[in-house]
């Protein structure tokens, strides 16, 4: 299926990694030009020297910026081209108890969660209004709804983004401009594949075994009862970017293997 990418630029927030990485791989292989983004310069080349090893004609560039750092945003809000897809996938999480995190625990989970994707909408869907087209994705998460104890202000973060994504949605009503988010549910990110390693290496375990612990006694809803591979959530993301998915908007997609529950 040709999902009629080819040259739209796209920028997709913390992708030299994990979900962000394989959703820039994806839009390059479909003809899009990408520019990934991580904290730093070295890790950014590194992510660009790995996609061209794979995709050697992938039009891939690289915009450092750390989301924790308004300054940075600053700067690279400055350099960001004329922007067709912009995808707001950026997410860190601090897992503790309500009752030890910490006011800058909040505060920095909000700053690089939520105000990023604020940051960067506020300076593209002007953008997109004018060319009357474009598509804005926000990664959200099933903590949006599941909300696991040890990670309320993360969860709190994935909330905000729904609000926010509907929000844009209706400021783009009439137009071709979409603006929507995803809920992946557990994902098999390299953070989560370090996690494994180390609850297994702990436990003296195999990494399968803990895998299959955490959705027996954690994630018991999940109807999946596995990691997603962070492809398969690329491949929703990747289709949502694309001119076919026109007749979606202000629509939050689950992408969670069933985790969330509720039939819609
Ligand atoms: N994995 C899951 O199970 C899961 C489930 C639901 C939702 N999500 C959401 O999906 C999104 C992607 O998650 P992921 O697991 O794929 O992430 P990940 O593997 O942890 O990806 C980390 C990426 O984020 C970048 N990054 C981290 N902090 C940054 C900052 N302050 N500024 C700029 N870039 C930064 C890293 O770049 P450098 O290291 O190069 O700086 C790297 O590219 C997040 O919003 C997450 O909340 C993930």
Redesign the pocket.
């Known amino acids: 299926m040709d999902l009629q990418l080819k040259n739209k630029t796209a920028f997709i927030?913390?992708?030299?990694?994990?979900?962000?990485?394989?959703t820039a791989k994806l839009l390059l292989k479909e003809g899009a030009i990408v520019i990934?983004?991580?904290?730093?310069t070295a890790?950014?080349n590194k992510?660009i020297n790995k996609i061209k090893q794979e995709i050697p004609d992938a039009k891939v560039t690289g915009l450092?910026?750390?989301?924790?750092?308004p300054q940075?945003i600053q700067t690279l809000l400055l350099q960001l081209p004329k922007i067709d897809v912009l995808i707001n996938?950026?997410?860190?999480?601090t897992s503790k108890s309500f009752f030890e995190s910490t006011d800058e625990d909040w505060q920095q989970q909000f700053e690089?969660?939520v105000m990023?994707g604020v940051k960067l909408s506020r300076h593209c869907l002007p953008q997109m209004l004018e060319n009357n087209w474009g598509r804005i994705l926000f990664?959200?998460?099933?903590?949006a709804t599941l909300v696991p104890p040890d990670l309320i202000a993360?969860s709190m973060t994935?909330t905000a983004v729904l609000a926010i994504s509907r929000g844009l949605a209706q400021l783009a009503k009439g137009t071709q401009v979409t603006v929507n988010s995803v809920?992946?549910?557990?994902?098999?990110?390299?953070?989560?594949e370090q996690f494994l390693s180390d609850v297994a290496q702990k436990e003296n375990k195999t990494k399968k075994q803990v895998e299959e612990d955490f959705f027996t006694n954690v994630r018991t809803s999940s109807l999946l009862q596995r990691?997603?591979k962070?492809e398969e959530?690329a491949n929703t993301i990747v289709y949502l970017a694309s001119p076919l998915s026109s007749a979606t908007n202000g629509a939050a997609i689950k992408i969670d293997g069933g985790s969330m529950g509720g039939i819609i």
């Open positions: 927030s913390g992708s030299t990694a994990g979900i962000g990485f394989a990934i983004n991580g904290r730093t890790g950014v992510a450092p910026a750390d989301f924790s750092h940075d996938n950026v997410g860190i999480y690089v969660n990023s990664v959200s998460s099933e903590c993360y994935k809920l992946p549910g557990s994902t098999l990110s390299e953070g989560a990691f997603a962070v959530v």
